[in-house]
């Protein structure tokens, strides 16, 4: 084990809401690619495609690891999912309740369920071309900072992704209250 990875694992070992850490080798990394990829090439019927840029941005980082969570687990500080036409986001979710407030007092802005947008200004322009949900990485801010390590970056996989992880691991499938997080870093 590096000594960048022997510092950053007690870190999420004591984050509230995080239960368990494990690194993933080359084999795992591999079928997480290939779970991903094989949901993005598939069509999701009326909305466009899914790409989850997110965990294959993760898994180019040094080092990897998966993390079991809860509900104790701190929410996500900053969107990371865009609804994507020829480039142009035409929705997406938003995190911060003044902004979202702001946004659906618009008139070509409207809200679905509690925190994502859609830009209907914006799905008019780009008409005629396909949109794409994407989800993008976040910071974490854990381990950030920490000596050694550099380009921190998480990412919370799709639903197949989240029952391999949890079959290799050992971990429970059936409770709904358990999560994965994958976290990658590069060593500085």
């Known amino acids: 084990m590096s000594h960048s990875v022997e510092t950053v694992e007690p ?12 690194w993933l080798d080359r084999e795992a990394r591999t079928q997480v690619a290939d779970i991903e990829n094989k949901a993005h090439s598939e069509v999701l019927s009326g909305s466009g495609g899914y790409y989850n840029e997110g965990v294959i941005n993760v898994l180019d980082r040094e080092c990897v690891c998966v993390v079991l969570n809860n509900n104790a687990f701190r929410h996500a500080t900053a969107p990371s999912l865009f609804w994507v036409a020829g480039g142009v986001v035409i929705g997406e979710e938003v995190t911060d309740p003044e902004r979202l407030r ?6 070509n802005v409207k809200a679905l369920k509690k925190n994502f947008v859609l830009y209907y200004d914006r799905m008019r322009s780009t008409r005629g071309q396909v949109p794409v949900f994407v989800i993008r990485g976040l910071s974490f801010p854990e381990i950030e900072g920490v000596t050694g390590v550099g380009d921190v970056l998480s990412a919370s996989p799709i639903g197949s992704v989240d029952i391999y992880l949890k079959e290799r691991f050992g971990w429970s499938t059936e409770a709904r209250d358990l999560g994965t997080i994958l976290i990658g870093f590069d060593r500085s």
């Open 11 to 22: 870190i999420l070992r004591t984050t509230k809401g995080i239960l368990d850490v494990k």
């Open 102 to 107: 702001a946004l659906v007092k618009q008139d």
